[in-house]
């Protein structure tokens, strides 16, 4: 079993729908989930952190955790074409390294 | 406020040969880590840099090494290249442990021929 996993892409949604990106991972113990977008050839960007169960909310972006089901997703509301890019669930199993899922890729159809 | 700076931007090299990457961190930051992120991949972990001691290691094998500097710069030095190891090759900074996030540099992007 992969460590991050992340909903298979590509997700094609329309302009100003909603966006939404699922992730599972395996050990239990993780403590930190992080969301990071990265557009074609450049270095991944930090959107959103998130350390309790519930949900939190930053502008169109909501993050949603739930440790006993060993779930996080992230909701993209208004979907803007400068939305399209991939975005990357990444978690800490421990203290130090960041582990990563392999990416969904988001389109936004104008 | 600088954020996480990397060079170079680009490289290119041969089979056997030796590079090294260099990294800076943000502002403030004191831990540097390594990841390689392979085409449609997500980024995986090499090694991480605190104290100028390495405290964790990725699964790469001993060709890939690391030194971080007293000012918290840091180098990733590969040695043998190989063709799997073209690849972008991120440097992330972060303060402390626990909770911090992490931010990554533009990347160095590495092609083997």
């Known amino acids: 079993q992969k460590e991050v996993e992340q909903n298979s892409g590509p997700l094609s949604v329309p302009e100003g729908a909603i966006a939404s990106l699922n992730c599972t991972y395996s050990?239990?113990?993780?403590?930190?989930f992080f969301w990071y977008r990265q557009y074609s050839g450049k270095s991944p960007e930090l959107i959103m952190s998130?350390?309790?169960?519930g949900d939190k909310e930053d502008g169109r972006f909501t993050a949603q955790l739930n440790k006993a089901s060993q779930y996080v997703s992230l909701l993209i509301r208004d979907s803007q074409p400068s939305d399209s890019a991939t975005y990357l669930c990444?978690?800490?199993?421990?203290?130090?390294?960041?582990?990563f899922g392999a990416g969904t890729t988001v389109t936004v159809r104008a | 406020d600088a954020g996480v700076t990397q060079s170079p931007t680009h490289l290119i090299k041969t089979r056997g040969q030796q590079v090294t990457l260099r990294c800076s961190p943000k502002?403030?930051?004191?831990?540097v880590s390594w990841y390689q992120q392979a085409l449609g991949q997500g980024p995986q972990f090499i090694f991480q840099?605190?104290?100028?001691?390495?405290?964790q290691r990725g699964n790469f094998p001993d060709r890939f090494s690391g030194h971080q500097f007293p000012n918290y710069s840091s180098e990733l030095n590969v040695n043998a290249l190989l063709l799997g190891d073209s690849a972008l090759y991120l440097c992330?900074?972060?303060?402390?442990?626990?909770?911090?996030?992490?931010?990554f540099g533009d990347g160095t992007r590495l092609s083997i021929l």
């Open positions: 502002s403030g930051h004191d831990t």
């Open positions: 992330a900074s972060s303060s402390g442990t626990g909770y911090q996030p992490q931010h």
């Open positions: 990444a978690l800490k199993p421990g203290d130090y390294k960041l582990s």
């Open positions: 998130i350390y309790s169960n």
């Open positions: 840099y605190y104290e100028e001691e390495e405290r």
């Open positions: 050990d239990r113990g993780s403590q930190s």
